[in-house]
C-alpha cells in the first residue's frame, strides 16, 4: 500500500494559463474525492467520483474545473483560465464505498499559486 | 446544512500538559465524526473515528475523543503533550447520505513549548 499521490507537489502559474494536477489513490478504493484548502481554512469539497462516475460536484467547481477519472483509477484536475483566488491546496482522498466511505486517506496535496 | 465549529484557532501547551481541543457539530442525525491531523507540508492523517457505539473512542498517537450528543460535542483529548504533537487539527463530520463527503471545521493550530 503506497498509499495516495499527487502530482505537481507545488505548481506556479501565470493568471489565464491553464493547469492540471493527477491523483492516484490507494489501489484498491473505489472512492476518490478532491477538496480545496485555503490558507487558514479546513479543506472544503470539491467533487467525487465512485469508480469513473463523477457523482457530485460542490457549487465551489465553477466551469472553469473540470475533473475526471476515465478508468477508475487516477484522477486529474484541471482549472482553466487560472484566478488568483484559485491559489490554494488540492487534496485527493480516496476511500471504500461502504461505511468506512467516511474514512479517507489523503495525499499530500498540491499547492497552486496563482501569479 | 451540517457544519463544523472549532473555536478554538490557535491553543498554546506546555510539553507534557494536558489537551482539549473542541469541536461542535450541527447534523440532524447521529454523525460520523473524525478528527484529522496536517503537519506542515503533509496531508492529512486521520487520528480516529466515530461511527456508533461507545461514545469515547481511542485513536492513534494517545489521542481520544468523547462523543457528547446533547453538547453536539467532539472534543479531542491527550493527557500529556509532545512536542511533535505541534500541528494543525481538524475536526470533521460526515455528511447525508452514503457520499462520504467530508465537512472540516476551520482548524486548530497547536503549538507546543518546551
Known amino acids: 500500500d503506497t498509499g495516495v499521490s499527487q502530482d505537481p507537489r507545488h505548481k506556479i502559474t501565470k493568471r489565464g494559463q491553464n493547469v492540471t494536477f493527477r491523483c492516484d489513490p490507494i489501489?484498491?478504493?473505489?472512492?476518490l474525492y478532491w477538496y480545496r484548502q485555503t490558507l487558514g481554512q479546513g479543506p472544503e469539497f470539491l467533487t467525487y467520483?465512485?469508480?469513473?462516475?463523477?457523482?457530485?460536484k460542490s457549487r465551489l467547481l465553477s466551469d472553469r474545473f473540470s475533473a475526471e477519472r476515465p478508468k477508475g483509477s487516477f484522477s486529474t484536475l484541471e482549472i482553466q483560465r487560472t484566478e488568483q483566488g484559485d491559489s490554494a491546496m488540492y487534496l485527493c482522498a480516496s476511500s471504500h464505498s461502504d461505511r468506512s466511505s467516511y474514512e479517507q486517506y489523503f495525499g499530500p496535496g498540491t499547492r497552486l499559486t496563482v501569479t | 446544512a451540517q457544519s463544523v465549529t472549532q473555536p478554538d484557532i490557535h491553543i498554546t501547551v506546555s510539553e507534557g500538559a494536558s489537551l482539549e481541543l473542541r469541536c461542535n457539530y450541527s447534523y440532524g442525525a447521529t454523525p460520523y465524526l473524525f478528527w484529522y491531523v496536517q503537519s506542515p507540508g503533509q496531508g492529512l492523517q486521520l487520528l480516529l473515528k466515530y461511527f456508533s457505539g461507545d461514545t469515547l473512542v481511542q485513536g492513534i498517537k494517545g489521542f481520544e475523543a468523547e462523543f457528547k450528543r446533547s453538547q453536539s460535542s467532539f472534543n479531542l483529548r491527550k493527557p500529556s503533550v509532545h512536542w511533535s504533537d505541534a500541528a494543525e487539527y481538524f475536526c470533521a463530520v460526515g455528511g447525508s447520505g452514503n457520499t462520504g463527503k467530508l465537512i472540516f471545521g476551520q482548524g486548530t493550530t497547536l503549538q507546543v513549548k518546551p
Open positions: 467520483f465512485q469508480n469513473e462516475a463523477q457523482l457530485e
Open positions: 489501489s484498491e478504493h473505489n472512492r
